[in-house]
């Protein structure tokens, strides 16, 4: 069985969670609020940080739900 992914880019970089293995450690609001809303729809808004500031925050996701892909040029 393969897990759900929900994508999110800004063109740059897509950021990819996977909301069945998410531990709801809430690392990555707590760190990037501008980033993660958790009360927001779309929950991840892409456009409010740099590529490299929300990449460094989902490094620190700690049980892998976040991942990133850059994208194409
Ligand atoms: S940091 Fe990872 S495990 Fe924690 S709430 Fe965010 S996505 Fe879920």
Not at 14 to 38: E, R
Not at 49 to 62: G, L, M, S, W, Y
Request: aromatic residues 8%; hydrophobic residues 40%; positive net charge.
């Amino acid at each position: 069985m393969s897990l759900k992914t929900h994508r999110y880019s800004n063109g740059t970089v897509t950021v990819i969670w996977q909301p069945d293995i998410c531990i709801h450690s809430a690392i990555c609001f707590k760190g990037l609020a501008k980033i993660f809303a958790p009360r927001c729809r779309p929950w991840i808004d892409m456009s409010q940080a740099k590529t490299e500031r929300i990449i460094e925050q989902v490094k620190q996701c700690p049980c892998g739900a976040l991942s990133y892909l850059m994208n194409e040029v």
